[in-house]
């Protein structure tokens, strides 16, 4: 996923679904672990406030696509099943939420029966039926949820739905007032089914909710904390839940703050000058390089850093000059200093070097770093005497080639040093800054002729299709499209092939996936140096010193309702 | 006198509308623009996106989505952010418009008082070492940019002073005067600052060029020869022909900052104004906001210059001519 | 006569960037310098230092070495020597502005008398055309100008301007002043127009052309050309505004408001990076100011019984 604005998590890894067979499996790790946090009620109260400087767009769970509101919905709905509110790897599990248990699979994986339970309410009275849950499935096809397509085309129904989103009935979803039961069936077995109900894409919604999307109109929910109001401009304020009281501490807590306030409009380095003062408790936007070392030596306790596995990289168009070529690529990929660009993000304690496309930490990632002098498994330097010969060789010298990256201050300055280490090895490099609202999809767009772009990508979940399968298959490539978000437009369909044998693999035998997932990383990178991966930065969040027991969740980071205030 | 005004509204009717038709083709002529699939989100299918499409009537025709984007601007008043669903462009400006108001309302205070007590200074004492002084001091102020200025004035008071010396600036952000008059003004009282500074200059040494001016003419030596003080003849004769041009001048630039021209103070300063709004939804190429923003700051430069021309035609038969 | 002694020296030094860069400094100042060094006192110092207190986050520049022979000013983020840059910026910055006020002032004079002389519909629609540019938001026009112009270059028939070139900032600043200059040279014309030597002219059958040529434009270029140096002060403050936004001079290029840019990004700890060209900003505008009233109080005699500046 892109970290900002656009993003798509999903969850956990449902690797125990046996495809064909009837038995009643689970497809989701029966996780033992029920564990939660433990509610302490003397820290109870106050508001919290949170900094961005750019709200998050709309306030509908169905709709919105950004980790700024994903960190608020996960407090304030609720689906079927949920992720474990927990620190540690257990928040990327799947845990039942508004569901009694861990749905009954059946019928070779394609019928999931849920048994809703009883007693709980919105923030607005009304009781939660199985006919808000029913509702809620069918209006993600109204609201053109984006992944309504692709996550939920499996249920049966769908399709029609798809088609005609105002008049959509779910025939595949069935529910039981009588005896409160969901069964949803869908038309071919879905590892990841699980994970995508357990989104706040899933969440429960009244069945009064709109049928399109609500923007700055807050629908109500049953998690721990409402939506009180919302102006793009100033503020967004949630109150606590009267009608909210804890089913499933692993998958609602209880929160801390009676108000979680986030407030907009003020510059970064404001921001971090009021969680300096104590005048605001944490900053979500990504902190100002030059206030780093000050924080790091001042306020060392008020920082929170945690591991992703998210990669920084340069795609190169397959398609066009000069990077057509394959000795061209590689050239760029002996001669840009992977440390130069860590350094610019901020240091060696915060990034490091990445060679491969899968980043370290990742199921099927081996280290290799097969573009450097010599190669080896850990990544020691450029070689821009050899990157000068290769792209004397390529016979791409002197090409004009244009960087398109985003105008903030770190991905500009990234570019700018890639572009001036271009032009050293023999290239015409220039820099393209476009505002993040328009470089994402402008890099994909085959039709803008983007030789080398910069851009990010946010892991979903732990599965090395995530980056492999989606970011550089043949499917993932639309021609002339602003959605195609395989950037490099690689597309080679016997490694088409060997993915599919991955991703069959995976459900049964895991190891045996992993392994042919790495052949496959190098065969893409090393074999073709499709991309320049650059670093794998890590995540760090800045409290107020009056802030209070920080936890962070892998799937939703830092959890806004479980910091004290008092 | 009515036929020149009539002329004067209608041709500002024509510039607000050749304006709003310069800003939707330059949207839709800005590559990467296409809000459908930005507004659809990432690996949207193309059926989603065509959706979406029809559904905020992109798929229509540039005339007819100009058209259909004007009414709901002006009559139905409904027209909503491409960016925030939902949120509405009027509302979000008229409830950004007084935070710009106060911005530009304290600083032209500032700014008249500072500016015309220099003016009046300066060409009272001219040929001594203060006039130049006052002149030069006018010059570097207008000479700065207004966001550098901005920045510096941030680093001072928010920087490594901030514990001492500034202890008492808070931080950035808007506190409304209904809610506490103290802060509003603490909040202001820097933004105020950077903001008069710029204008101040022009005006002290456009009221002391006019003031000069006015003392070179006949009736103010008949009123020496008469035996009036040097004070009475500027404050009470040449100060008052003066005002002209600055009332004029006056009416210009504040229209134009009522209209969001102080976009660069308000983002260094986080002040949610209009200028701010226009910053933003130009960085997110929010194109119902950018359009109402531009309509609103162009209808007030346009009034301020109809008021002004209509206010010189007024005094100054000859120009209704014109 | 200070104002021009001011402006002399300092298109001097910047025309002379190259070779205070090469000579002097042995800097690149567009390249990319992020891993390199240099001796300060004797001790080799990276350039881009890494914290080592606390937590160890953050990379910082050099800061000022006040050693004219390298990095005087420091290292920006780049690893590049600011002082040489600001060199440089200032030949953009002033290249910029100057060229910009030069087209301005060209184009603005010719509307503006047409506009004032002809009257009548010509005049109706040259005004129209005026306000509609002067109520435009410049920042929205320059931002989608530079996304267009700045990615794919502008293509007019045989014309070709080239993505990143620093003709578009010229044109997009030229083009948003043209009322301010077009306007009061309307206004004097009209007034010239009014005047009993060109009755005269008219009434002795010499052609529009002619008349405009010979006896109208030598009466406006005073003012043209006291409006000159202000124009030239105006334009690099906008200059500097427009790469503010990131959408004026393109990188590696510096101009004095790409490196404010740069140094507002370090402001909380190398400040002089942001300080510098901004400095060098209000000098250059207050001597073309000063420039300017000198140009007016030659033009017009009697503005000296009024006082100097």
């Known amino acids: 996923m892109k970290k900002f604005r656009l993003m798509r998590i999903v969850g956990a890894f449902a690797a125990t679904l046996l495809v064909g067979a009837s038995a009643v499996t689970s497809s989701v790790p029966a996780s033992a672990d029920s564990s939660s946090f433990t509610y302490q009620p003397s820290h109870a109260g106050g508001t919290l406030k949170l900094l961005a400087s750019t709200a998050g767009g709309t306030l509908d769970p169905q709709v919105n696509y950004t980790l700024q509101y994903w960190q608020l919905f996960q407090a304030s709905y609720d689906g079927l099943l949920s992720f474990h509110k927990v620190s540690g790897q257990s928040s990327f599990d799947v845990v039942p939420d508004l569901a009694t248990a861990l749905p009954i699979v059946s019928n070779g994986g394609k019928t999931y029966t849920f048994t809703l339970r009883k007693g709980i309410k919105f923030s607005n009275g009304a009781p939660v039926t199985v006919n808000d849950v029913k509702a809620s499935l069918e209006r993600l096809f109204k609201v053109s949820n984006p992944n309504a397509g692709s996550w939920y085309a499996g249920i049966v129904g769908a399709t029609a739905c798809l088609a005609t989103p105002a008049t959509c009935t779910l025939s595949g979803v069935v529910v039981d007032p009588s005896t409160n039961k969901v069964v949803i069936n869908l038309t071919t077995p879905d590892a990841e089914f699980a994970d995508q109900l357990a989104t706040p894409f899933g969440s429960v919604l009244p069945a009064t909710a709109p049928s399109k999307d609500s923007g700055t109109t807050p629908i109500p929910g049953t998690g721990a904390y409402y939506f009180k109001s919302y102006n793009p401009n100033t503020k967004l304020v949630m109150l606590r839940n009267p009608n909210f009281k804890v089913w499933s501490a692993a998958a609602q807590p209880q929160g801390y703050p009676d108000e979680i306030d986030q407030v907009f409009s003020n510059t970064p380095e404001s921001e971090v000058t009021m969680v300096e003062n104590n005048q605001a408790n944490f900053v979500f936007d990504p902190l100002p390089s030059d206030r780093l070392s000050q924080l790091s030596s001042k306020y060392a306790n008020q920082l929170h850093v945690n591991t992703l596995t998210a990669i920084w990289y340069m795609p190169m168009n397959v398609n066009i000059a000069p990077f057509n070529n394959k000795l061209a690529r590689e050239a760029v990929n002996y001669a840009i200093d992977k440390n130069a660009a860590v350094k610019i993000f901020g240091g060696s304690k915060l990034a490091s070097p990445v060679c491969t496309i899968l980043p370290p930490g990742f199921p099927g990632h081996v280290d290799s770093c097969p573009f450097q002098t010599p190669a080896g498994s850990t990544y020691s330097g450029p070689d821009l005497a050899k990157a000068k010969a290769l792209v004397k060789q390529s016979g791409t010298s002197g090409a004009a080639v244009a960087i398109v990256a985003t105008n903030d201050t770190v991905n500009a300055a990234v570019a700018q040093y890639a572009a001036s280490v271009l032009n050293q090895i023999g290239y015409k490099a220039t820099v393209k800054l476009l505002s993040a609202n328009i470089q994402f999809n402008y890099i994909q767009n085959t039709k803008n002729k983007v030789q080398i772009s910069l851009t990010q990508w946010y892991q979903d979940y732990p599965q090395a299709s995530d980056f492999l399968k989606i970011l550089l298959s043949c499917s993932q490539f639309h021609p002339g499209s602003d959605n195609s978000i395989n950037i490099s437009g690689f597309c080679n369909k016997s490694i088409d092939a060997e993915m599919a044998t991955a991703s069959t693999d995976m459900i049964s035998n895991p190891t045996a996936g992993n392994a042919l997932w790495s052949k496959i990383d190098q065969a893409i990178q090393g074999g073709n140096a499709v991309w320049a991966p650059l670093f794998t930065p890590k995540q760090i969040d800045f409290v107020s010193s009056g802030t209070g027991n920080y936890q962070f969740s892998k799937e939703f980071y830092m959890y806004v309702d479980q910091l004290w205030v008092k | ?322 | 006569m200070a104002g021009l002694g001011v402006l002399i020296f300092i298109v001097t030094i910047c025309l002379l960037a190259p070779i205070y860069a090469h000579n002097i400094a042995h800097t690149n100042p567009f390249a990319s310098n992020i891993q390199g060094s240099t001796f300060i006192n004797g001790k080799r110092v990276m350039l881009l230092q890494q914290n080592t207190q606390g937590l160890g986050f953050g990379v910082t520049p050099i800061g000022p070495t006040w050693n004219f022979s390298h990095y005087f000013l420091g290292a920006d983020d780049q690893g590049r020597d600011v002082f040489a840059r600001l060199l440089y910026g200032g030949r953009s910055s002033l290249l910029i502005g100057t060229a910009s006020a030069l087209l301005c002032c060209i184009v603005a004079s010719i509307l503006g008398l047409i506009a004032g002389y002809f009257g009548g519909p010509i005049d109706w629609l040259l005004s129209r055309v005026f306000d509609i540019i002067w109520a435009f938001p410049i920042y929205l026009l320059a931002i989608s100008l530079s996304v267009v112009l700045l990615t794919s270059g502008l293509n007019i028939g045989p014309l070709h301007i080239g993505a990143g070139s620093l003709f578009l900032p010229i044109l997009i600043i030229a083009a948003v002043f043209i009322p301010y200059v077009a306007r009061p040279l309307r206004g004097l014309t009209m007034s010239l127009r009014e005047r009993e030597f060109i009755q005269a002219a008219i009434g002795s059958g010499s052609s529009d052309l002619r008349i405009l040529w010979k006896e109208i434009l030598p009466n406006a270029a005073p003012s043209v050309i006291v409006f000159f140096p202000l124009m030239v002060a105006f334009n690099m403050l906008t200059e500097s505004a427009l790469s503010f936004l990131s959408i004026g001079v393109q990188p590696p290029a510096a101009s004095w408001g790409t490196i404010i840019n740069d140094g507002l990004g370090l402001l909380y700890t190398r400040p002089w990076v942001a300080l510098a060209p901004g400095i060098m900003i209000a000098i250059t505008a207050v001597s073309l100011n000063i420039l300017g009233d000198g140009a007016r109080d030659a033009f017009d005699p009697k503005a000296k019984l009024r006082g100097s500046i």
């Not at chain 2, 006039?131 to 700065?144: E, K, Q, T």
């Not at chain 2, 950035?172 to 105020?192: A, D, M, R």
């Open chain 2, 1 to 322: 006198m009515l036929a020149f005004v009539l002329r004067r509204v209608s041709s500002a009717v024509l510039v607000m509308f050749s304006i709003s038709v310069l800003v939707f083709l330059i949207f839709f002529a800005t590559p990467g623009v296409d809000p459908a699939a930005r507004i659809a989100g990432r690996s949207a299918t193309p059926q989603i996106i065509a959706q979406v499409r029809h559904a905020f009537g992109l798929d229509r025709a540039l005339p007819i989505r100009y058209g259909i984007m004007m009414d709901h601007l002006f009559f139905k008043q409904d027209l909503s952010s491409y960016v925030n669903i939902g949120a509405k462009v009027v509302p979000q400006i008229l409830q950004a418009a007084p935070i710009t108001i106060s911005l530009v309302l304290g600083a032209s205070v500032l700014w008249l008082l500072v500016g015309i007590a220099g003016g009046i200074v300066a060409a009272a004492n001219r040929g001594k070492f203060i006039d130049p002084l006052i002149m030069f001091l006018g010059i570097a102020a207008i000479s700065v940019p207004a966001y550098w200025l901005g920045e510096v004035v941030n680093l001072i008071t928010q920087g490594g002073l901030h514990h001492s010396i500034f202890s008492w600036v808070p931080s950035s952000g808007y506190v409304s005067i209904f809610q506490n008059p103290f802060e509003w003004g603490l909040h202001l009282l820097f933004p105020w600052l950077t903001l008069a500074s710029l204008y101040a200059g022009i005006y002290a040494r456009v009221l002391r060029a006019e003031l000069v001016n006015a003392l070179n003419e006949d009736y103010v030596r008949t009123a020496r020869a008469k035996g009036l003080s040097e004070r009475r003849i500027l404050i009470r004769h040449a100060f008052r022909c003066s005002l002209i041009s600055i009332v004029s001048l006056f009416g210009l630039d504040f229209g134009a900052l009522i209209g969001g021209a102080a976009l660069l103070t308000e983002v260094v300063f986080g002040l949610p104004g209009v200028g701010l709004l226009t910053y933003s939804s130009l960085q997110n190429l929010d194109l119902p906001v950018i359009m109402g923003c531009v309509m609103y700051g162009a209808f007030f430069v346009v009034l301020a210059n109809a008021v002004v021309d209509i206010g010189y035609a007024f005094l100054d038969p000859r120009v209704r001519v014109a």
